[in-house]
């Protein structure tokens, strides 16, 4: 329990419209977008809008001994922002202002709570974007993207978020203000701080301002589906478009259990029979450059015995992608609890794992759909289960466990989106070794020595 001297400090520093304490209105934020991880309603959720105000909240939990657990929008899916005791929750949504759109050295300055779409809705207006675009960007903040290293559809051609960061600004578990980065292109002054906070997962510093790279939206872009026989022909199209030195913006992979039921929700017109599509998007500022990767990427898909259809007006490219983004929501409506995972492999072994994840649904009995970015080998088996269902449950844990072996068993990782969190800490070792273990501990203890920043997620400190 938090001591009433606490909350009317905090409610001091930020005002009473700040700080939230009953039940009633906490309950929301024990929760992320991660079905079955360990929670706890938090003491208080506190809404700072300064960095002077994250400092003193900083302080305040430090003399008080408070875990802090800091939250963007909430959709994490590996338990980042989820409190596990009655610490304090502090959500930067109302810490929400772009700061500047600099388009001479093409960057914004944002606040942590900065929606990711919302920042690209403004830097359109001056032909600019911001490429990382993770699946969630109507509500996912620039701090929860930067705090997770989100990627999205465009990450082959693009990058992800930690190739678009320039600087930051963090309050440190020990109070102090740390910026570094800045507006210049190239900075190699001391460690690379940048690397080391992108992708922290809160647990080192809070992200309280960051500039970020922006670029010139590419003039035109050209869409494509592909429907083929057989997994192999759909991984080798894959393998052959880059090996024809193509990079498409996207290129996205649905098995045949995700085609059915896209197809069974949204009426697209998909043949349910293939055993995989392929989605592709070619972009650039040259119109015939466009036209000749479109026009390779159509000669693989052929050489491989795929049928296509090529997006010939707008409208037609947002029917193409409406399957693309029907594949959560439609498989999600099959059973109560969707566990959406995030296992990437090198993109030469995107069969074999999707082999592997088929094989580990039928050996568990249990459903499986999987969708992703072919082009970074990132797949998501999406498992559908029903929480009531204690033996389904049983069986999901196994399969998890796995699904993980075989991304590392195939080079792959933990994580190529999603975070390690609580969700996939277990594993951490199997991946970064015990001197990896032991090197996170020393920087985690060396930066918060009192353990008060987002405690029991990422690092295994208890190893
Ligand atoms: C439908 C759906 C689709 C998704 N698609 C993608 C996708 O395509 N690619 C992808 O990468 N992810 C995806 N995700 C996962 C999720 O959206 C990302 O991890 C995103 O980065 C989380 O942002 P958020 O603002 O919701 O942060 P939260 O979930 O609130 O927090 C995420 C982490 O960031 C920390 N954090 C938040 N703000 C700060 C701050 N200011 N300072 C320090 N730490 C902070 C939290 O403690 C937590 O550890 C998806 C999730 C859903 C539900």
């Known amino acids: 329990m938090l001591s009433n001297a606490f909350i009317n400090a905090c409610i001091s520093l930020l005002g009473e419209e700040n700080v939230l304490t ?35 909240i900083v302080k305040l939990c430090r003399e008080n001994k408070v875990p802090i657990y800091p939250r963007g929008a909430g959709t994490c ?17 109302r810490m929400n202002k772009i700061l500047e759109i600099d388009t001479d050295n093409l960057t914004a300055t944002v606040q942590p709570g900065v929606v990711v779409a919302t920042l690209n809705a403004e830097v359109a207006k001056y032909g600019l974007i911001y490429p990382p675009d993770p699946g969630s960007m109507a509500v996912a903040t620039i701090g929860g993207t930067v705090a997770e290293n989100a990627g999205g559809l465009r990450g082959l051609k693009y990058g992800v978020t930690k190739h678009y960061v320039m600087g930051m ?51 035109y872009r050209k869409s494509m589906i592909a429907f083929f026989g057989t997994l192999e022909d759909a991984g080798q199209t894959v ?23 896209v197809e069974n929700f949204a009426k697209v017109g998909l043949p349910t029979d293939a055993a995989a599509l392929l989605l592709i998007e070619v972009d650039g500022n040259g119109k015939d450059g466009v036209e000749e990767e479109a026009t390779k990427v159509i000669e693989v ?15 037609e490219r947002d029917n193409l992608w409406a399957a693309r983004r029907a594949a959560l929501p439609a498989l999600a409506q099959i059973k109560p609890a969707t566990v959406l995972e995030d296992a990437t492999v090198p993109r030469t072994k995107i069969v ?24 970074d080998g ?40 999603h975070g390690i969190g609580i969700a996939k800490k277990k594993y951490l070792k199997n991946e970064i070794g015990s001197s990896g273990i032991e090197v996170m501990k020393r920087l985690k203890k060396a930066l918060d020595p009192d353990n008060i920043l987002n405690p029991g997620k990422l690092v295994p400190m208890e190893d």
């Open 301 to 315: 898909i052929q050489k491989n015995k795929g049928t296509y259809k090529v997006a010939e007006t707008d409208q």
């Open 352 to 375: 074999d794992m999707l082999r592997a994840i088929q094989e580990i649904a039928k050996k568990y009995n249990l459903t499986i759909g999987t969708f992703g970015h072919a082009g």
């Open 22 to 56: 009953k039940e009633s209105e906490l309950i929301t934020y024990s929760y992320d977008a991660t079905p079955g991880i360990p929670r706890e309603i938090p003491g208080a959720v506190l809404f700072p809008q300064t960095t002077e105000q994250v400092q003193g």
């Open 378 to 417: 990132n797949l998501h088996p999406t498992i559908l289960v029903d929480p009531m269902d204690k033996d389904e449950m049983a069986r999901l844990d196994k399969a998890i466990d796995e699904i993980f072996e075989a991304a590392l068993k195939l080079g792959g990782t933990l994580s190529g989106e």
């Open 77 to 93: 899916l590996s338990g980042g922002p989820v409190p596990l005791s009655k610490g304090v929750v502090i959500s930067f949504q």
């Open 169 to 219: 600004e963090v309050v440190l578990p020990t109070g102090e203000v740390f910026r570094f980065g800045g507006k210049t292109v190239k900075n190699v002054t001391a460690y690379d701080f940048t690397g080391l906070f992108v992708g922290s997962e809160g647990t080192l510093g809070i992200i309280t301002e960051v500039i970020l790279k922006l670029i010139p939206a590419p003039k």
């Open 239 to 261: 393998t052959d478009i880059i090996r024809a030195h193509v990079i498409p913006a996207t290129l996205e992979i649905m098995d045949n259990m995700t085609i059915r039921t």
